[in-house]
């Protein structure tokens, strides 16, 4: 899940056990009920953090399109 301003975006909702890093690649799930099939790159990771109060991390995502 994300929300940006067409060149960036902000995605949230990992999986508490991933690990993610800046220069990562951001693919599409495929998750059931998804638009799109699995392995469609997204972008890369520029930053990551972490909320406070929900430990829940975040990820700065640079848009490939």
């Known amino acids: 899940r994300g929300r940006g301003d067409g060149y ?4 949230s909702q990992f999986d508490t056990t ?3 890093a800046e ?3 951001v693919e ?3 998750a059931q009920h ?3 099939p699995a392995g469609i790159p997204v972008g ?4 990551v953090t972490t909320e406070e109060t929900t430990q829940q991390k ?5 848009l490939l399109a």
Request: hydrophobic letters at 45%; zero cysteines; a positive charge.
């Open 58 to 62: 975040v990820a700065d995502v640079r």
């Open 18 to 20: 991933a690990t993610i």
């Open 8 to 11: 960036r975006l902000k995605a």
């Open 23 to 25: 220069n990562d690649v």
């Open 28 to 30: 599409t799930s495929g």
């Open 44 to 47: 890369t990771v520029s930053s």
């Open 34 to 36: 998804s638009l799109f």
